[in-house]
């Protein structure tokens, strides 16, 4: 069974484009979970004995951290809008 390239090709397209459609959808509507999936992913790598490159990566997955006041209730409003 021949698979023709062309068709492969298109597959591989659709299959990226339902990929990053679904990121773009988990960030815009969960974006604490999100977060939190992102720093589960990111602690373990950023660890003292992983190579250079791993912890590299580690620390552009996690996310920015977010700025408190030590006045506030911690509730984190300040945070800029969402848009």
């Not at 815009?28 to 977060?35: A, K, L, N």
């Not at 992983?50 to 552009?60: C, E, M, V």
Request: hydrophobic residues 40%; glycine residues 10%; proline residues 8%.
């Amino acid at each position: 069974m021949s698979v023709d390239a062309g068709l492969l090709g298109q597959y591989m397209v659709i299959a990226l484009a339902v990929v990053f459609s679904a990121g773009y959808v988990a960030r815009r509507q969960f974006p604490d979970s999100v977060r939190r999936l992102r720093m589960a992913l990111a602690v373990p790598m950023v660890r003292e004995g992983r190579p250079l490159w791993l912890r590299n990566l580690g620390r552009r997955i996690a996310p920015p951290g977010r700025a408190t006041d030590s006045a506030c209730g911690g509730c984190n409003s300040c945070d800029p809008p969402k848009h």
